[in-house]
């Protein structure tokens, strides 16, 4: 880790495992939009956000989805990679789940005073694969992409770095 000057995690999947049901998250959704008059026939939850962003319901959408990740993180199941945080260099937390759920989650197993940096899908104006997330993240820690080391567990983590110009490695690959 020495050749990089910071270090950044996804959360979940990668630090933790949030105790979450997404399918019960994607039916709750769906709950809030149709009375709406969205049309969330076949969507995912991904999707649904999306469909939410444009008739103008994310906030409550987003909050629906962050109640269940903040009660999953509460049960959230601590992974190895989160053992092997290092306290002598900036690290920080690029996620896809709000920020309260991260901030639970790392207090729980006590690594929230080894990460500077939290940004969560609502930190920020977009989420992961746009690179805004991931360079906010960055620039907390006084870093540059070129320098720092994104640790994840998909191919939308993936994506985030390469658009962040970042360097990435699959938290199954990462040597801790």
Known sequence: MQEYDALVYDLDGTLVHLDVDW???????????????????????????????????RRLVDETIAEFEREGARASRRLPPAQTVPADQPVGVCSLNAESACRIALETYGLDGRVDVIVGRDSVATEKPHPEPL?????????????????GDSARDEETAERAGTDYVYVREFEF
């Open 23 to 57: 399918e019960e998250v994607r039916r709750e959704v769906a709950a809030v939009l149709r009375p709406r008059g969205v049309d969330v026939d076949g969507a995912d939850l991904w999707s649904m956000l999306e469909l939410s962003e444009e008739a103008g319901y």
């Open 135 to 151: 360079l906010t993240t960055i620039e907390g820690l006084g870093a540059t992409p070129e320098r720092t080391l994104f640790v």
